[in-house]
């Protein structure tokens, strides 16, 4: 795949995060989006501020499969430089777009310190209640019994 198709295919993967609901069990698409070898520039172009409060106010299952990949990427990538010592390419790009995403996404989770649902995906442990996460805290800003909580 050439840069350009890379790009066009990390943006498609972006718009589709803030778009629909992509379970975190989709390993083609998480693999194809750590896999397209952007440079830290090209992340912050096309994943903008209001991208990330997009993700966070209407997408935070989205939000919490993109951070769990994320770990789990960086987790593969550490575990194969331990067993080998060496990263392919394909293990480096990976490493380095996690990295660059994670850059971009983390500064805008910080800036609501009241939000609740927000506080549980990222500190609670399991994270908020998502299809795949069923014992962990509710994501919609519901409380454990499912009735919605005052705003």
Known sequence: ???????????????????????????????????????????????????????????????????????????????????SGVLSATQQTMANTTVRLLTRVVPFLLEDKEDEALSSLLWRPGGCAVDSAPAAAPCNGASEDGAEKAV
């Open 1 to 83: 795949m050439g840069n350009s198709d890379s790009h066009a295919a990390f943006v498609d993967g972006v718009r589709r995060l803030l778009d629909e609901d992509v379970p975190e069990t989709d390993h083609e698409f998480w693999s194809s989006l750590f896999a397209a070898p952007m440079s830290a520039e090209d992340i912050f172009e096309i994943v903008g501020p209001d991208h990330v409060r997009q993700l966070r106010s209407s997408r935070l299952g989205n939000l919490q499969a993109l951070l769990r990949r994320t770990a789990v990427a960086m987790a593969e990538v550490c575990a194969a430089a331990d067993e």
